[in-house]
């Protein structure tokens, strides 16, 4: 109330201050008007003396509204004339009347007449040659004073009232939007904190609360998966069993590393920061490899180097190109390298994806090696050594994850400047025989390269083999293959497999457990179709993937089995990908016109066979639709594991949906309860397709029952500890030897 009466008061203030310089400069004006029509007729009568006239002149104005009077004073500054209402004017003369005579200009001021305060205008009555006398006119101010005291309390109760009526609206918007909605927060975390699962209350979104919103989301998600987890810890414990969950992960990487910082380095990033627009959003790359290693960071912490590819990265980093990452909950330091247009083209898109992806996967592509991309791969390569050894100045026996073929020569360069850093390296794709591989004219240095480190992971022990093979003729070196490891000059690498998986069962943790997520029938709806049967492939566009295979296997299956026209569609969701190549390119128009052709043949008015959608799809857009889809197809020609297999699986809760999955990809080792095919073998294909629409509900869930049993047993974190754990004990062993020797 004090505040309101403060705002109530200075704006009355305000109000009779320009209230009261409008009303003197109105009586101003009418003053200095009425004096400039009396003027002509007093100056004459001055001159000549004639004081009865004067007199008469000057009485006819004393009953006008608010005029005092009139009064004529001489060059002397005596009274020559005075409306009988001022008698008898006090001694002196007014100040106006003073300057007028004096200075030969016009004036105002206020004089005190009698029990009075008058306004005076004078004005000089002059001829051509000087100043014969003046021409008072004086009004009574009091009016005014009077019409300001009114002003001043109609102003100071209207405002009074507005602010009161403000005040009273603002409490009830404060109590609906601030008060209200954080009661409901508190309700609903204090009813978690209880151990009950309540659905969220509708979190303000506004610029005002989207904090506050943000982090009640996220304590509550945490406090969710913390009691989630502390929950089947203890489940497992009362069973036997021993599953690993990112907490589990978090204390192992923290006893096997003895609190030693841990760093993955890989070439692409997990969070990219692009420019849409006036806005810079962040979005997570297509690829298996942030799928598998973004839940490793998110639970056991650390630091991921990458290049930085976005063209809005390097606005949001700090001075050591640094970042906390994901942006919505920091668990992790991305920390970003920097490549020039030149070298980037040379060392991914050249050497790596022309030369080495093609030649690992062993898919028909010819591969390509050029003396340039070489040296731009050198440069890259020794630019992320020169990033990681920075970042590990100040630390000692620190754990250093490289992944994948981008950054072979790594090891060897950490190694040679840190030999006390533990580092492994994990080969994401296939390794190929000897004979292939020995195209690649520097062999030699990648190998080299590779056996920096103390571990090399693969997928698969097919792949180790064919190492191990690729080394034992390629290099001077001493192959253990009862051990598995290999010895060059001194140093000891061991080789394993380690096959990669998801984060299950949460394998989607960028999409919020609160997020609605559409069932079959609206998945079903969005696609314009009167559908019965709905198929599903999520891939970057790769030549490697098998996408044209898979087209033609369900065009020979619509057309072997025409009654499932019209009720049966593919939904191709496809990442465009490396379409700097000219080979990715040729691929993707290759695949868009096997598209269209099929459609053309088949398709009708309202449906057609498949659905190609060629954009980056995010999780949220992913997940409705292998959770609505009767099979999922996953036909590489060649490849390491491939997630998609095994993200289909852990998004089926339901435990229904059949996988159909190359005999070529690694997870088909894992994955047995899938329908394995020959991507080459189109009837086969077909069939499978077939057998998948037509298989029994209790086979369905048989089958994806004891997949997902493997996905869940060997998860992520199994992975990234199992990796830990070997890499410590190899460091460990490496250490001991070298003691022992000395």
């Known amino acids: 109330m004090a505040v309101v009466g403060t705002v109530a008061a200075a704006a009355a203030v305000l109000q009779v201050r320009s209230e009261r310089h409008a009303q003197e400069s109105e009586l101003f004006r009418r003053s200095q008007l009425l004096a400039e029509s009396l003027r002509e007729a007093v100056a004459p009568l001055l001159l000549l003396g004639t004081t009865k006239e004067l007199q008469q002149l000057v009485e006819r104005f004393g009953d006008r509204e608010r005029l005092a009077g009139v009064a004529v004073y001489g060059a002397d500054g005596s009274a020559v004339a005075v409306t009988s209402s001022l008698s008898p004017l006090p001694p002196g003369r007014p100040a106006a009347v003073s300057k007028a005579l004096e200075s030969g200009v016009d004036g105002s001021d206020l004089d005190r007449f009698g029990e009075r305060d008058l306004h005076v205008y004078a004005l000089p009555l002059r001829t051509t040659e000087r100043i014969v006398g003046a021409l008072a006119i004086l009004h009574d101010g009091a009016y005014i004073e009077e019409h300001l005291r009114g002003i001043w309390s109609r102003t100071f109760f209207r405002v009074l009232v507005q602010t009161v009526l403000i005040a009273l609206v ?243 360069l950490l190694k040679d400047k840190r030999p006390d850093l533990r580092v492994g390296i994990f080969w994401h794709i296939p390794w190929p025989n000897p004979e292939a591989f020995g195209i690649c004219p520097w062999q030699r240095h990648l190998l080299i390269g590779m056996l920096g480190a103390d571990l090399i992971g693969f997928h698969t022990q097919y792949h180790c083999n064919n190492f191990l093979e690729t080394v034992d003729r390629g290099l001077e070196s001493r192959v253990d293959w009862n051990q598995f490891t290999v010895e060059k000059e001194g140093h000891t690498t061991l080789v394993k497999p380690f096959p990669i998986s998801v984060a299950f069962p949460n394998v989607f943790q960028d999409v919020s457990e609160q997020a609605e997520i559409p069932d079959r029938a609206s998945v079903l709806r969005g696609l314009d179709m009167q559908l019965r049967f709905l198929g599903i492939g999520v891939e970057r566009m790769d030549y490697t993937k098998g996408v044209l295979e898979r087209f033609r296997a369900i065009e020979r299956f619509l057309e072997k089995y025409p009654a499932y026209q019209r009720q049966f569609s593919f939904v191709q969701m496809a990442a465009p990908s490396r379409t700097h190549i000219k080979r990715y390119h040729d691929f993707l128009a290759e695949v868009e016109a096997e598209a269209e052709r099929i459609n053309r043949r088949y398709k009708k008015a309202d449906w057609r066979p498949i659905v190609f959608l060629k954009k980056h799809h995010s999780h949220q857009e992913i997940l409705p639709l292998y959770r609505a889809a009767d099979l999922c197809m996953v036909t590489s020609l060649h490849d390491g594991m491939n997630l998609v297999a095994k993200e289909f699986v852990a998004a089926r809760e339901d435990e229904s949906g059949v996988l159909v999955l190359s005999r070529f990809a690694g997870a088909a080792l894992e994955l047995r309860d899938a329908l394995i095919v020959n991507p080459y073998d189109t009837e086969q294909m077909a069939d499978a397709i077939l057998y998948a629409l037509e298989m029994g509900a209790e086979e369905k869930a048989a089958r994806m029952r004891r997949m997902r049993e493997v996905v869940h047993e060997n998860n992520i974190f199994r992975w990234a500890g199992s990796l830990t754990e070997c890499l410590a004990q190899v460091s460990t062993e490496r250490v001991a030897a070298s003691t022992s020797s000395s």
């Open 170 to 412: 603002t409490l009830l918007v404060v109590h609906w939007s601030i008060v209200s909605p954080i009661a409901r927060i508190s309700d609903w975390m204090r009813r978690l904190r209880d151990g009950e699962a309540p659905h969220p209350p509708p979190l303000p979104k506004g610029d005002l609360f989207a904090p506050l919103a943000r982090e009640a989301e996220t304590l509550a998600r945490h406090l969710s998966s913390a009691r989630a987890a502390a929950e089947e810890e203890a489940r497992l414990r009362q069973s036997g069993e021993a599953l690993w969950t990112p907490s589990r992960l978090r204390e192992h990487v923290r006893v096997k590393l003895r609190g030693k910082p841990l760093l993955v380095v890989s070439n692409r990033e997990p969070y990219m920061h692009v420019n849409q627009g006036r806005k810079v959003e962040c979005i997570v790359p297509a690829g298996g490899l942030v799928t598998a290693l973004e839940p490793v960071l998110r639970a056991s912490g650390g630091t991921w180097i990458a290049h930085g590819a976005g063209d809005a990265d390097w606005d949001v980093v700090d001075a050591e190109a640094r970042i906390r990452v994901p942006p919505e909950d920091p668990h992790y330091t991305l920390k970003r390298v920097a490549l020039t247009k030149e070298e980037e083209h040379g060392y991914y898109y050249g050497f790596s994806n022309e030369g080495l992806w093609p030649l690992c996967h062993i898919a028909h592509t010819r591969p390509v090696f050029r003396v340039e991309d070489w040296e731009h791969y050198r440069a890259a390569n020794e630019k992320f050594a020169l990033a990681t050894l920075q970042e590990l100045e100040s630390h000692e026996d620190a754990c250093v994850l490289v992944q994948d073929y981008h950054l072979a020569l790594l090891p060897r």
